[in-house]
């Protein structure tokens, strides 16, 4: 099971790896035109640099055609390493990109997916992982936990060489959907994030462990005793 942070805001990853276990950081170009238009790999750098070697960085191309997919796929992996996760959006394009790129190695996530059929070739075309738009699927009328329910039966989800990494969540209800119909990964926001653990009945616990704590004890803790 693995929970990424869907931003590229260096403060929010630095604290948001500082308490949450994460397994990475997801991006894509709406979320990089956020930063106010940085230089992207020096931005890109700085981010991998946080998560050091222990935690993954997904990264998405800005081009559509098959082309330019590759030559910006060879750029990102030039710059950011071998251990980079490519997302390309799962296009007629796009697909074949990912066909040509993982068997040359590359680590891919294919994404923008709305459809089970789209991550059905994303997978039988060798991508890692497959991003499902969760709640963009929603407003469309569509329902994101059976495309889920449905992918996670393929053998190569089974087998964990492909994982389902949803996406495009607006509550945590979704997230914990997402996980129960079979999503390995899910990514979120920082709002999401904290909201996992911002919750009005975890904080007036604690309020009250202090308050009856300190009816007896005062405001000793542990280490004075
Ligand atoms: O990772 C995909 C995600 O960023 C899309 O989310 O909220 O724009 O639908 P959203």
Redesign the pocket.
């Known amino acids: 099971m693995e929970i990424y942070l869907?931003n590229s805001n260096i403060d929010l990853i630095k604290e948001n790896i500082s308490w949450c276990p994460i397994t990475g950081v997801?991006t894509?170009p709406?979320?990089i035109a956020k930063e106010n238009k940085v230089n992207l790999f020096e931005h890109l750098l700085e981010i991998k640099n946080i998560l050091s070697n222990t935690k993954k960085l997904h990264v998405q191309v800005i081009s559509e055609d098959y082309d330019s997919i590759v030559k910006e796929a060879n750029k990102i992996q030039a710059i950011l390493g071998n251990d980079i996760y490519i997302k390309i959006p799962a296009t007629k394009d796009g697909i074949r990109a990912i066909n040509f790129l993982s068997t040359h190695g590359f680590n891919i996530t294919a994404t923008a997916i709305y459809t089970t059929m789209q991550g059905v070739l994303s997978a039988l075309s060798g991508a890692k992982y497959i991003?499902i738009?969760y709640?963009?699927i929603e407003n469309n009328n569509g329902s994101a936990n059976e495309i889920i329910y449905d992918l996670a039966k393929l053998p190569q989800i089974i087998n964990n060489e492909t994982k389902i990494l949803a996406?495009?969540f607006k509550n945590t209800n979704q997230v914990v959907s997402a996980f129960a119909n079979g999503a390995q990964a899910c990514?979120v926001s920082d709002e999401i994030l904290k909201s996992f653990i911002n919750n009005i009945l975890v904080e007036k616990t604690i309020i009250d462990f202090k308050n009856d704590w300190e009816k007896i004890y005062g405001n000793k803790n542990i280490l004075d005793f």
Do not use: E, Q
């Open positions: 869907d997801t894509n709406s979320i991003a738009y709640n963009r996406a495009s990514t």
